[in-house]
Nanobody, 115 residues
Framework: QVQLVESGGGLVQTGGSLRLSCAASGRFYSSYAMGWFRQAPGKEREFVAAITWSRSTYYADSVKGRFTVSRDNAKNTVNLQMNSLKPEDTAVYYC?????????WGKGTLVTVSS
């Protein structure tokens, strides 16, 4: 099995930056596609960003140009650099690992952006 632990969440002012990290352990391989999702209070969980084993990246329109996803296969980590944060970015951010039928989720880290 794979264990995912997010870190880096916290309180930040509008326009500020945060860097989230997801550390993977267990039977984790670089072939897993990694993604970031978020869920705001009262809303459904939504896609934020993803990165494949070959480091191809994908972003939701709402975060393009502001967020950057990356991975370090040697350290088994995936990161999400968040810049120019807005109150609308406030949510619990979840890390996801996926390979064919295998899917794993972290427990999330809370990001709060104050106005």
């Amino acid at each position: 099995q794979v264990q995912l632990v997010e870190s880096g969440g916290g309180l930040v002012q509008t326009g500020g930056s945060l860097r989230l990290s997801c550390a993977a352990s267990g039977r984790f391989y670089s072939s897993y596609a990694m993604g970031w999702f978020r869920q705001a209070p009262g809303k459904e969980r939504e896609f934020v960003a993803a990165i494949t084993w070959s480091r191809s990246t994908y972003y939701a329109d709402s975060v393009k140009g502001r967020f950057t996803v990356s991975r370090d296969n040697a350290k088994n980590t995936v990161n999400l650099q968040m810049n120019s944060l807005k109150p609308e970015d406030t949510a619990v951010y979840y890390c996801k690992a996926e390979l064919t039928a295998l899917t794993y989720w972290g427990k999330g880290t809370l990001v709060t952006v104050s106005s």
